[in-house]
């Protein structure tokens, strides 16, 4: 069945493909109120460290594995650690893109309906309470996220190549000119330049467990680890590409792009005088009051330019989230491809309704005092993407041989022989420590 596989075709789609499963809505729906809550600079810069000190060495393990066996994450695990527990790893990765694929695909959802409620102008004026008014609904919400999880399905069933490089090579450069555009048009704005100081200039006071926690997390999140998805973006990467430079390629465009999302945000919303803590709410309920104050026709086209930035941003992550549990269904189970999608795809669907009706009439379901939506964000970037993570680094770090380690990221000995040891050291000792810094902050706080 292996040699049966599809590949990604270059390098670049690659990257590509991993810079569109990392960038989504974690780098423009949740970063820039993460910023907001938690005090600005301090917050990016503790973000910034944890990427390349937690998060790369992390892509680099699921990296290996992926592409040292060319198998999804379950028959990796069994291929390099078979007959021990590292299959429930296998398990992990199975059930936390399910989980992630139904609430993810709700926010989707919702920007498929911002954008049609930017097309048809109903941005540009009186937008006071129709994003609670609108998450609350019933019927709305689902029909844009049944829309959502579809699209994502479609893709998916197009294959690798026709489906996840095609869609991936047209949306990043797309994606890039977008942001660019409404960072420029944000600066403009008068009041602008207070959102870019509060940016760029840290209050180290402002750092506190809480705040090296949520940053943590969210680079987690945002680089879409935790999970197999690299893992299996890996397995389909070209013979001997060099990870490594596909691991700092993905680590930079992730980045890039939730400071540029950022700079986008922030000025518009200081610019119009309004607190930047506002949480989830930031993006679909503050910026779209803030179209509204504009001249119309700049509303609109702003609008409708920021919102279709969002939509093919989640898609291209969802799709991500989607082609792991199809990779699994199909290598472990032999299942064709379009039943796999259409198995998962349903399960996500149905997951997904709940959270949809948890901001209205299932709103009083509650656990641990949280609604169904935030159980699940929490339960996966809090707690079930840190611990594959954590695992994942473990693995390669302890469980494997250093030398099949070196021997893949070094392509064989051919490229980084020189950094490797300090990644190999960052892999078996510092990312597991951050992890468990992570949990017992959750645990605590
Ligand atoms: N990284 C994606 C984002 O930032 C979300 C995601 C998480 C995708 C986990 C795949 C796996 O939106």
Redesign the pocket.
Known sequence: MNNKRENFGSRLALILAMAG???????IW?FPYLVGQNGGAAFIIVYLVSCFVLVLPIFMAESIIGRRTRLSTFGAMKKLAPGTPWKWLGLLTVIT?LL?LGY?SVVGGWSIDYLWKACTLRLTHDTAGLFPIFISSTWEPLFAFTLFIVATAVIILLGVKNGIEKFTKFCMPTLFVLIVAIVIFGLTLPGSSEGVRYLVKPDFSKIDAGVVAAAMGQAF????LG?G?ILTYASYAPENENIMASGIGTTFADLGFALLAGFAVMPAVFSAGIQPGEGPGLVFDTLPYIFSQMPSWIGAIVSIVFFLTILM??LT?SI??LEVGVAYLVEEKGIGRVKSTIIITLIGWVLGIFCSLSFGPLSGAKLFGLTIFDCMDKLCSDWL?PLGGLLFTLFVGWYMSKTDVRDEFTNHGTTNVGIFNVVYFLMRYLAPLGILVVFITNLVL
């Open positions: 499963s990392a960038i989504g809505l974690g780098n949740r893109p992630i993810y999140f945002s680089m879409s999970m998805t941003a989640a992550s991500s989230v993407l």
